[in-house]
């Protein structure tokens, strides 16, 4: 079962255009998606899958399950910033390790639209209350790993960082907004009304993702040989520590719910790593934090460990316990 799975997931179109993005690079290929069409596509599957969700979501009853899921995410998230952050410490300076810290604790929009699609694969659909969690997750690992910044900075001449603006700008990052926004129109909206833009939220759906994979894949090609200057330490930690997190999470969601996609949304949410959100925000809060280190961690080495490896691991996991 978990060869197939895998196999699977190797042969997915997206996965294979990621593929091929890293490949053109390689090749001094001139291919590349314009930015204004990259940044569109990005918005379109936030929209897609936070307006999917919020129909999904009102056809469900708030529960208590829900509520304690939704406070499991947000535990998750702190949590993998926290621990993440010491480990980090013994080879990283203390900018560097809060910003991948808090990469590691934050989500992967994208990633986690992939998983979607990996459920559908399987015949299984989203609940719409995991993209409320998904949304949920992005601040406060930020926040956390600021926090720690700042409590263990010891340079006097550098300016301590103001958790409130850190807190506004986490909450009002454009991804976050649009993903929770759309999620309330979706929310709010009866069957009928989103019937009549189905075409475009569902239809459309795998085909831009496919190429936004495209664009991720020239992406982290063109950041790959930088950040082997970092040596073997940032490699390992971002194909291990993942792994670890989507395996356990999906063990320890067992005691919030007993569903198999929530739990293996669970173990997607707690693998990825942000890199869109925790790259705006260090961007603005620690300048002196690498970008050629976080960024190519998240994107070009977590991303597809996930998406090949993790995804068959994490639901064998959540199928088997």
């Known amino acids: 079962m978990n060869f197939n799975l895998l196999i699977e997931n190797l042969t997915n179109p997206a996965l294979l255009f990621f593929v091929l993005g890293v490949v053109a690079v390689y090749l001094k290929s001139d291919l590349e998606i314009p930015p204004n069409s990259s940044k569109f596509i ?15 979501l009102s056809r469900e009853t708030f529960s208590s399950e829900i509520a304690w899921s939704m406070l499991f995410g947000i535990c998750i998230s702190l949590l993998i910033s926290f621990y993440t952050f010491f480990i980090l410490r013994k080879k990283l300076n203390v900018f560097d390790a809060g910003a991948v810290a808090a990469a590691y604790g934050s989500v992967s929009a994208v990633t986690f639209v992939t998983a979607v699609s990996y459920l559908e694969s ?9 993209v409320a969690i998904m949304a949920l997750m992005e601040s406060p690992a930020i926040i ?5 910044i700042t409590a263990f900075n010891k340079e006097e001449n550098v300016e301590k960082i103001e958790i409130s ?13 649009l993903i929770l926004g759309s999620l309330v129109i979706g929310l709010l909206a009866n069957a009928k009304q989103a019937e009549g833009i189905k075409p475009f939220t569902n ?13 991720m894949g020239v992406t982290s090609g063109r950041k790959l040989k930088a950040f082997f200057s970092f040596g073997l330490f940032p490699l390992i930690f971002a194909i291990i ?8 999470f ?23 790593a942000s890199y869109i959100a925790v790259p705006a925000a260090m961007k603005i809060t620690v300048p002196e934090a690498n970008p050629g280190l976080y960024l190519p961690m998240a994107l070009a080495v977590t991303f597809p460990v996930n998406i090949t490896i993790g995804m068959p691991l994490y639901f064998l996991v959540a199928q088997n316990t």
């Open 165 to 177: 603006s850190v807190i506004k700008h986490s909450l009002t990052n454009g991804s976050v907004l």
């Open 250 to 272: 999906a063990l320890l969601s067992s005691f919030v719910t007993s569903d198999v996609t929530n739990r293996f949304m669970f173990a997607v949410l707690g693998a990825s």
């Open 241 to 248: 520590i993942p792994l670890i997190n989507g395996c356990t």
């Open 122 to 130: 399987q015949q299984l659909s989203l609940h719409g209350h995991m």
């Open 203 to 215: 239809d459309l759906f795998k085909g831009f993702l496919a190429i936004f994979l495209l664009d």
């Open 42 to 56: 990005s918005l379109y599957l936030l929209f897609s899958i936070g307006f999917k969700g919020g129909q999904e």
């Open 144 to 148: 956390m790993g600021l926090v720690l």
